[in-house]
Structures are given as structure tokens and as C-alpha cells.
């Protein structure tokens, strides 16, 4: 079982920056892939960005690349989400998630992920 806390959300003029935080409970948090994604008011949650147990590669959703990064420090057992240069379009709920499967695939669907944060506001202004 893994818990997951959220923090880093709020309110930030479109072009700044914000970085989200997730925090797991438990000792096993370097054998979950991790994941980053969003929900809007109204819409699906959608997947941000991936990143494998090591931290060695990660994967991100065509409309975060090159804005966004995904970390993680398995010491501390947390991830991380750097998003730069934010567009309005980028306001949503965030939510961090692990999954239970191995480490071979990047992880894209909500239902690949077994555990959730309880999610972090992001609001860009224009």
C-alpha cells in the first residue's frame, strides 16, 4: 500500500513556473513507475509525464514537452513535476500516481496506475 501527498499547486501568471512535489508513504517507492496527470473542470483526467523506478528515462505527453519535467529522488521518496513557461490551458487538478507493473513500458493510461494523491490545484492566469 502507498500513500501520496501533493503539494506546489497555485496561482501563477501565464510564462512563470510552479513545482509540484508528491511525497509516497512506505519503503518500496523505487519499484513504482510513477506517473503525473492532470484534470480540468469538465474534462478527463489526462496524462502529464512518466518516469521509470530508476529515474533514468521518463515520457511526457505531447503537450507538456519541452515546458515540463519529471524527477524523482528515491531516497526521499518523492517526485517531482518542474513545469515552466505555463499556459492557461494548463490549469487543471494534478495528480501524482503509482503503479504496481514492472518497468518496462511508460505507463500512459489512468488505469495502469493503482494508487493516487488526492491532487494539487494549478491555476494559470492570461
Known amino acids: 500500500q502507498v500513500q501520496l501527498v501533493e503539494s506546489g499547486g497555485g496561482l501563477v501568471q501565464a510564462g512563470g513556473s510552479l513545482r509540484l512535489s508528491c511525497t509516497a508513504s512506505?519503503?518500496?517507492?523505487?519499484?513504482?513507475?510513477m506517473g503525473w496527470f492532470r484534470q480540468a473542470p469538465g474534462k478527463e483526467r489526462e496524462f502529464v509525464a512518466t518516469?521509470?523506478?530508476?529515474?533514468?528515462?521518463?515520457y511526457y505527453a505531447d503537450s507538456v514537452k519541452g515546458r515540463f519535467t519529471i524527477t524523482r529522488d528515491n531516497a526521499k521518496n518523492s517526485v517531482y513535476l518542474q513545469m515552466n513557461s505555463l499556459k492557461p490551458e494548463d490549469t487543471a487538478v494534478y495528480y501524482c500516481s503509482a503503479s504496481s507493473r514492472g518497468d518496462s513500458y511508460y505507463y500512459t493510461r489512468v488505469r495502469e496506475y493503482d494508487y493516487w494523491g488526492q491532487g494539487t490545484q494549478v491555476t494559470v492566469s492570461s
Open positions: 518516469i521509470k523506478r530508476s529515474g533514468g528515462s521518463a
Open positions: 512506505g519503503r518500496t517507492f523505487s519499484t513504482y513507475p
